[in-house]
């Protein structure tokens, strides 16, 4: 029987590995976008968009496995209070294909899902001769749920109305990219911006 206790530190040290591995886009500096302390920044008299390609780390530790995760951050410079929706925001990869951003309530019923807390706590009525390491296994389990949808609650962008003046900052969530992208390009409101994968752009500077 596997020991429990030793299986987790090789889980944790896995998890560690398959996070090193992930691809990072830089973003890529031109006429319209500066380049500030990792965020592509695009500047108007109405507004200014950041944005980021940014690693999600927290619960729940599996949302990289199927998302790409950018951090935006957006300034209303206008005296009136500005709409922003989920399809002002889009992903391209390098062939042109297009992404759009996946809604919190989607990832919300794919990766934490409602009948969790009453399956384990059934489970728990009808299985009285459980040892008291599995029920504080099942303990866990439900708080780590917990705090993963308080997280993405808390850290995701939420989309509406921003007053004037004000700033929303959050975390958008796209399919996917396929690893064999060099590239990938965010659209905001006809703003378009690059991002170059952090190898590729390593491999560029060296030969210059």
Known sequence: MINKKKLFPLLIALMLIITSCTVKYMPVESQDVKVTDGFAVVKTKAWTFAIENKYWI????????????????????????????????????????????????????????????????????????????????????????????????????????????AKKSGFIFFPKLASKNNSCQIIFHNNKINFIRGDVKKKEEEKE
Do not use: C
């Open 58 to 165: 927290k619960e729940p530790q599996n949302l990289t496995d199927f998302f790409t995760t950018f951090y935006v951050s957006i300034t209303n410079r206008h005296k009136k209070e500005m709409e922003i929706g989920p399809s002002d925001i889009s992903l391209l990869d390098e062939e042109g294909n297009q992404f759009d951003v996946v809604l919190l309530d989607y990832i919300e019923q794919m990766l934490l899902p409602k009948q969790l807390d009453y399956l384990i706590i059934t489970n728990l009525e009808e299985d009285l001769i459980e040892t008291q390491e599995i029920f504080e296994d099942h303990r866990r389990i439900l708080d780590e749920w917990r705090e993963a949808k308080k997280n993405l609650i808390t850290h995701s962008f939420h989309f509406g109305k921003i007053l004037p003046g």
